[in-house]
Protein backbone atom coordinates (compact mmCIF):
# COMPACT_ATOMS: atom_id res chain seq x y z
CA UNK A 1 0.00 0.00 0.00
CA UNK A 2 1.16 3.46 -0.94
CA UNK A 3 1.76 6.19 1.90
CA UNK A 4 0.59 9.82 1.15
CA UNK A 5 3.08 12.28 1.42
CA UNK A 6 2.04 14.89 4.30
CA UNK A 7 3.71 17.78 2.20
CA UNK A 8 1.07 16.81 -0.43
CA UNK A 9 -1.83 16.94 1.87
CA UNK A 10 -0.64 20.03 3.21
CA UNK A 11 -0.21 22.08 0.01
CA UNK A 12 -3.86 20.73 -0.50
CA UNK A 13 -5.01 22.80 2.40
CA UNK A 14 -3.45 25.68 1.99
CA UNK A 15 -4.98 26.07 -1.48
CA UNK A 16 -8.72 25.41 -0.10
CA UNK A 17 -7.91 27.56 2.18
CA UNK A 18 -5.97 30.46 -0.44
CA UNK A 19 -9.62 29.48 -2.67
CA UNK A 20 -12.30 30.50 0.35
CA UNK A 21 -10.08 33.38 0.96
CA UNK A 22 -10.21 35.06 -2.88
CA UNK A 23 -13.97 34.15 -2.85
CA UNK A 24 -15.23 35.83 0.00
CA UNK A 25 -14.64 39.38 -0.94
CA UNK A 26 -16.03 38.20 -4.30
CA UNK A 27 -19.39 37.02 -2.69
CA UNK A 28 -19.57 40.08 0.40
CA UNK A 29 -18.87 42.81 -2.82
CA UNK A 30 -21.91 40.86 -4.40
CA UNK A 31 -24.20 40.98 -1.77
CA UNK A 32 -23.72 44.50 -0.97
CA UNK A 33 -24.17 45.76 -4.41
CA UNK A 34 -27.97 43.27 -4.38
CA UNK A 35 -29.01 44.81 -1.32
CA UNK A 36 -28.60 48.81 -2.03
CA UNK A 37 -31.83 50.15 -2.33
CA UNK A 38 -32.81 52.18 -5.72
CA UNK A 39 -33.32 55.61 -4.96
CA UNK A 40 -36.50 55.82 -7.63
CA UNK A 41 -38.19 53.23 -9.33
CA UNK A 42 -39.01 55.36 -12.62
CA UNK A 43 -36.90 54.96 -15.87
CA UNK A 44 -35.00 58.17 -16.78
CA UNK A 45 -37.18 59.36 -19.18
CA UNK A 46 -40.32 58.71 -17.10
CA UNK A 47 -38.42 61.22 -14.36
CA UNK A 48 -37.67 63.53 -17.23
CA UNK A 49 -41.37 63.51 -18.18
CA UNK A 50 -42.62 63.98 -14.09
CA UNK A 51 -40.19 66.79 -14.03
CA UNK A 52 -41.48 68.77 -16.83
CA UNK A 53 -44.87 67.99 -15.55
CA UNK A 54 -43.80 69.75 -12.42
CA UNK A 55 -42.30 72.78 -14.33
CA UNK A 56 -45.32 72.95 -16.29
CA UNK A 57 -47.24 73.16 -13.08
CA UNK A 58 -45.29 75.50 -11.15
CA UNK A 59 -45.55 78.32 -14.07
CA UNK A 60 -49.63 79.04 -12.92
CA UNK A 61 -48.68 80.83 -9.85
CA UNK A 62 -46.45 83.80 -10.39
CA UNK A 63 -48.58 83.73 -14.25
CA UNK A 64 -51.70 84.20 -12.75
CA UNK A 65 -49.83 87.09 -10.33
CA UNK A 66 -48.82 89.03 -13.30
CA UNK A 67 -51.06 88.82 -16.19
CA UNK A 68 -53.53 90.16 -14.26
CA UNK A 69 -52.13 93.80 -13.56
CA UNK A 70 -52.25 95.07 -17.28
CA UNK A 71 -56.15 94.55 -16.56
CA UNK A 72 -56.68 96.27 -13.48
CA UNK A 73 -57.64 99.67 -14.99
CA UNK A 74 -59.96 97.84 -17.34
CA UNK A 75 -61.38 95.76 -14.71
CA UNK A 76 -61.81 99.17 -12.40
CA UNK A 77 -63.46 101.10 -15.04
CA UNK A 78 -65.76 98.31 -15.76
CA UNK A 79 -66.78 97.95 -12.05
CA UNK A 80 -66.79 101.36 -11.74
CA UNK A 81 -64.36 101.13 -9.04
CA UNK A 82 -60.42 102.79 -8.23
CA UNK A 83 -57.57 101.30 -8.98
CA UNK A 84 -56.61 101.16 -5.44
CA UNK A 85 -59.90 98.92 -4.49
CA UNK A 86 -59.07 96.63 -8.05
CA UNK A 87 -55.43 96.90 -6.50
CA UNK A 88 -56.57 94.94 -3.17
CA UNK A 89 -57.76 91.86 -5.00
CA UNK A 90 -53.47 91.70 -5.97
CA UNK A 91 -52.84 91.97 -2.23
CA UNK A 92 -55.30 89.35 -1.18
CA UNK A 93 -53.95 86.87 -3.88
CA UNK A 94 -50.47 88.09 -2.24
CA UNK A 95 -51.66 86.44 1.08
CA UNK A 96 -53.09 83.38 -0.11
CA UNK A 97 -50.08 83.04 -1.87
CA UNK A 98 -48.19 82.80 1.39
CA UNK A 99 -50.72 81.00 3.23
CA UNK A 100 -51.97 78.17 0.49
CA UNK A 101 -48.42 76.17 0.51
CA UNK A 102 -48.34 75.90 4.46
CA UNK A 103 -51.46 73.68 4.22
CA UNK A 104 -51.37 71.95 1.14
CA UNK A 105 -47.09 70.91 1.20
CA UNK A 106 -48.11 69.19 4.09
CA UNK A 107 -50.75 67.67 2.77
CA UNK A 108 -49.17 65.91 -0.29
CA UNK A 109 -46.78 64.52 2.09
CA UNK A 110 -49.79 62.70 4.10
CA UNK A 111 -51.71 61.46 0.87
CA UNK A 112 -49.84 61.99 -2.10
CA UNK A 113 -48.75 64.25 -5.16
CA UNK A 114 -51.32 63.36 -6.59
CA UNK A 115 -54.74 63.72 -5.50
CA UNK A 116 -53.15 67.31 -4.18
CA UNK A 117 -52.22 68.53 -7.33
CA UNK A 118 -55.22 67.03 -9.05
CA UNK A 119 -57.39 69.28 -6.20
CA UNK A 120 -55.42 72.43 -6.72
CA UNK A 121 -55.63 72.29 -10.40
CA UNK A 122 -59.93 71.82 -10.29
CA UNK A 123 -59.93 74.33 -7.67
CA UNK A 124 -57.81 76.62 -9.59
CA UNK A 125 -60.17 75.74 -13.00
CA UNK A 126 -63.37 76.72 -11.22
CA UNK A 127 -62.00 79.94 -9.98
CA UNK A 128 -61.26 81.17 -13.46
CA UNK A 129 -64.01 80.38 -14.43
CA UNK A 130 -65.76 82.10 -12.17
CA UNK A 131 -63.96 85.73 -13.32
CA UNK A 132 -64.11 85.17 -16.57
CA UNK A 133 -67.56 85.14 -15.81
CA UNK A 134 -68.65 87.07 -12.85
CA UNK A 135 -69.66 91.20 -12.93
CA UNK A 136 -69.30 91.43 -8.68
CA UNK A 137 -66.61 92.82 -6.77
CA UNK A 138 -66.93 90.77 -3.65
CA UNK A 139 -66.86 87.76 -5.88
CA UNK A 140 -63.82 89.02 -7.47
CA UNK A 141 -62.23 89.22 -4.29
CA UNK A 142 -63.00 85.71 -3.40
CA UNK A 143 -62.44 84.10 -6.99
CA UNK A 144 -59.41 85.65 -6.88
CA UNK A 145 -58.62 84.52 -3.10
CA UNK A 146 -59.23 81.02 -4.37
CA UNK A 147 -57.51 81.50 -7.60
CA UNK A 148 -54.23 81.87 -5.54
CA UNK A 149 -55.27 79.26 -3.75
CA UNK A 150 -55.61 76.39 -6.49
CA UNK A 151 -51.92 77.77 -7.88
CA UNK A 152 -49.36 78.59 -5.49
CA UNK A 153 -48.49 75.57 -3.65
CA UNK A 154 -47.66 73.87 -6.79
CA UNK A 155 -44.22 75.21 -5.90
CA UNK A 156 -43.90 73.95 -2.91
CA UNK A 157 -44.69 70.24 -3.99
CA UNK A 158 -42.95 70.61 -6.82
CA UNK A 159 -40.05 71.07 -4.77
CA UNK A 160 -41.13 67.75 -2.89
CA UNK A 161 -41.54 65.69 -6.25
CA UNK A 162 -37.97 66.72 -7.63
CA UNK A 163 -37.08 65.20 -3.81
CA UNK A 164 -38.88 62.57 -4.38
CA UNK A 165 -37.47 61.46 -7.61
CA UNK A 166 -33.78 62.59 -7.50
CA UNK A 167 -30.81 62.01 -5.77
CA UNK A 168 -28.83 64.93 -3.80
CA UNK A 169 -26.24 64.75 -6.47
CA UNK A 170 -28.45 65.45 -9.83
CA UNK A 171 -31.28 67.46 -7.29
CA UNK A 172 -29.50 70.56 -7.95
CA UNK A 173 -30.49 70.60 -12.07
CA UNK A 174 -33.92 69.68 -11.29
CA UNK A 175 -34.94 72.39 -8.88
CA UNK A 176 -32.95 75.12 -11.17
CA UNK A 177 -35.62 73.91 -13.39
CA UNK A 178 -38.40 74.45 -11.56
CA UNK A 179 -37.13 77.57 -9.81
CA UNK A 180 -36.50 78.97 -13.51
CA UNK A 181 -39.74 78.78 -14.62
CA UNK A 182 -41.20 80.73 -11.28
CA UNK A 183 -38.62 83.28 -12.34
CA UNK A 184 -39.46 83.33 -15.91
CA UNK A 185 -43.13 83.72 -15.99
CA UNK A 186 -43.27 87.41 -14.11
CA UNK A 187 -40.99 88.31 -17.24
CA UNK A 188 -43.53 87.57 -20.12
CA UNK A 189 -46.62 87.19 -18.16
CA UNK A 190 -47.50 90.97 -18.13
CA UNK A 191 -46.89 91.21 -22.02
CA UNK A 192 -49.34 88.40 -22.26
CA UNK A 193 -51.89 89.79 -20.27
CA UNK A 194 -51.24 93.23 -22.36
CA UNK A 195 -52.08 91.90 -25.49
CA UNK A 196 -54.88 89.79 -24.57
CA UNK A 197 -56.69 92.86 -22.43
CA UNK A 198 -55.67 95.38 -25.59
CA UNK A 199 -57.41 92.69 -28.39
CA UNK A 200 -59.49 90.12 -26.22
CA UNK A 201 -60.54 92.19 -23.54
CA UNK A 202 -59.80 91.66 -19.82
CA UNK A 203 -61.82 88.27 -19.40
CA UNK A 204 -59.62 86.71 -21.93
CA UNK A 205 -56.42 86.71 -19.46
CA UNK A 206 -58.76 84.39 -17.43
CA UNK A 207 -59.89 82.01 -20.07
CA UNK A 208 -56.13 81.42 -21.49
CA UNK A 209 -55.69 80.30 -17.58
CA UNK A 210 -58.34 78.49 -17.64
CA UNK A 211 -57.32 76.64 -21.47
CA UNK A 212 -53.87 76.29 -19.72
CA UNK A 213 -55.16 74.41 -16.54
CA UNK A 214 -56.99 72.42 -18.68
CA UNK A 215 -54.41 71.16 -20.71
CA UNK A 216 -52.19 70.17 -17.71
CA UNK A 217 -55.13 68.10 -16.36
CA UNK A 218 -55.75 66.38 -19.42
CA UNK A 219 -52.44 65.16 -19.73
CA UNK A 220 -51.56 64.81 -15.66
CA UNK A 221 -53.96 62.51 -14.64
CA UNK A 222 -53.61 59.78 -17.32
CA UNK A 223 -49.86 59.92 -17.28
CA UNK A 224 -48.38 60.98 -14.86
CA UNK A 225 -47.60 58.86 -11.99
CA UNK A 226 -47.54 58.82 -8.16
CA UNK A 227 -44.39 59.26 -6.80
CA UNK A 228 -44.73 60.43 -3.22
CA UNK A 229 -43.72 58.19 -0.46
CA UNK A 230 -47.15 57.54 1.30
CA UNK A 231 -46.37 56.59 4.70
CA UNK A 232 -47.45 53.48 6.40
CA UNK A 233 -49.56 53.34 9.96
CA UNK A 234 -46.96 52.59 12.58
CA UNK A 235 -49.44 49.64 13.59
CA UNK A 236 -49.02 48.05 9.90
CA UNK A 237 -45.42 48.29 9.43
CA UNK A 238 -43.90 47.83 6.33
CA UNK A 239 -44.46 45.07 4.37
CA UNK A 240 -40.71 43.29 3.51
Known sequence: MTKADPRDAAQ?????????????????????????????????????????????????????????????????????????????????????????????????????????????????????????????????????AMQSTGSSATIAIGSAVVADLTTSAERGGYITAVQASVMFAPAFAPVLGGILTQYLGWRSTFWFLVIGAGVFLLVYIPFVPEVGAIPFPISQGIVD
Open 12 to 144: SDNATATGAGNGAPQETEASESTSQPLHSVFSPRTKAFVICMTVFASLFSPLSAFIYLPAITPIAESYHRSISEISLTVTLYQVMQAIAPLFFGDLSDQIGRRPVYVTLFVVYVGANIGLALQDNYGALMFLR
